[in-house]
Nanobody
Framework: QVQLVESGGGLVQTGASLNLSCVAS????????MAWFRQAPGKEREYVAS????????DYGDSVKGRFFISRDNAKNTVYLQMTKLKPEDTAVYYC???????????????????WGQGAQVTVDS
């Protein structure tokens, strides 16, 4: 079955950088777009970034544009999120997700993603 496993979360200071990874298994990774979402306590799940199935196109939420960078390595079945210039408001549980449909890209809606990882906690201390 489809499995997504995140790693790389932690506690950092404001302005620091942190990298998240998500290893996928159980399906043909190179045929599906991937995304990162995040959820802070008491808030709704928020779109962070997505990358198309080839890794040739990326898209970002307004709150992270210019600071976060998404990429993927289809040979390693892995999607990455490089987070720079971290702020306290970036504190959240970060989830990777697989698009519900084959070779489609660009959705910001969590309902368009069918599979989710267990989440990785990122805490930015002011």
């Amino acid at each position: 079955q489809v499995q997504l496993v995140e790693s790389g979360g932690g506690l950092v200071q404001t302005g620091a950088s942190l990298n998240l990874s998500c290893v996928a298994s159980g399906y043909t990774f190179s045929l599906y777009s991937m995304a990162w979402f995040r959820q802070a306590p008491g808030k709704e799940r928020e779109y962070v970034a997505s990358v198309n199935w080839k890794g040739s196109h990326a898209d970002y939420g307004d709150s992270v544009k210019g600071r976060f960078f998404i990429s993927r390595d289809n040979a390693k079945n892995t999607v990455y999120l490089q987070m720079t210039k971290l702020k306290p408001e970036d504190t959240a549980v970060y989830y990777c997700a697989r698009d519900r449909a084959l070779v489609r890209w660009g959705s910001h809606a969590s309902g368009e993603y069918s599979n989710w990882g267990q989440g990785a906690q990122v805490t930015v201390d002011s």
